[in-house]
């Protein structure tokens, strides 16, 4: 569902995303890893056509991010990491408005808003303004506009960021309930989100993939956790 061919973006003399190939089915869920600046976000927004690529390209659902990103982008559902939303807005003012965008009407609206706010457990405070919101609400309403068309591809950046361990266990359970019938990458720093709920990992770092397996095979590989793998995948102690 995803294909990922050279893909390459740099700011100024920085390179964040350097020539990186990997592909994604139906029925996984990669873990994208890596420290911070590894270039996790960018390529993220690259798929999600939120940035265009320096050189290469993508294709989700078939949909190359160059020729066709209005496919594309109805194709896939998107929660950046630092998910925009208006706060002036209601919660359920802000979802009818990406109903609105996602061209969901009449009957079939309702239902879609009735059944996300219960999938994200929103309900309580669909009539709040969306600045009064903690963190970890304002994330499940990010969730929320994410899912709300149904998407086959799910791209998802630091999902569980600013939920209580409750919260993150509900998160990781719809991940998990999700997962067959879609094709979903995570950015996560947190390992034992990978173990919970990925098929798959791939360690960046600088830019390049360093590592692409299960979690099951790399912990085997190097004979330790998760996140001892990682540290010594991206500070090179793997050589």
Do not use: W
């Not at 190939?21 to 927004?45: C, H, R």
């Not at 939120?50 to 190359?64: E, N, R, S, W």
């Not at 979802?95 to 609206?109: E, S, V, Y």
């Amino acid at each position: 569902m995803i294909n990922v061919t050279n893909l390459r973006r740099c700011f100024g003399p920085i390179v964040a995303v350097d020539d990186i190939s990997f592909e994604v089915g139906k029925g996984e869920v990669l873990g994208f890893l890596g420290p911070n600046g590894a270039g996790k976000s960018t390529a993220m927004k690259m798929l999600a056509c939120f940035l265009t690529p320096d050189g290469g390209t993508a294709t989700v659902c078939g949909h190359d991010i160059l020729r066709n990103p209005i496919k594309v982008r109805q194709s896939l559902g998107y929660l950046a990491e630092n998910a925009p939303a208006y706060g002036e807005m209601t919660v359920g003012s802000f979802l009818n408005f990406i109903c609105d965008a996602r061209k969901i009407q009449g009957k079939a609206r309702g239902e879609t808003i009735e059944h996300i706010t219960g999938l994200c457990a929103i309900e309580s405070v669909y009539h709040q303004t969306i600045d009064t919101l903690s963190k970890g609400y304002r994330r499940r309403v990010g969730l929320a506009q994410t899912l709300i068309h149904d998407p086959k591809v799910l791209i998802l950046d630091e999902p569980t960021d600013g939920l209580d361990p409750n919260q993150k266990h509900e998160v990781r359970k719809l991940i998990n309930k999700m997962a067959k019938d879609k094709c979903i990458v995570i950015s996560t720093h947190i390992l034992e989100e990978v173990d919970a709920i990925c098929t798959r990992s791939i360690i960046i770092s600088k830019g390049k993939i360093l590592a692409d397996d299960t979690p099951e095979a790399l912990k085997e590989k190097y004979q330790c956790g998760l996140d001892e793998v990682f540290r010594m995948i991206t500070k090179g102690e793997s050589a």
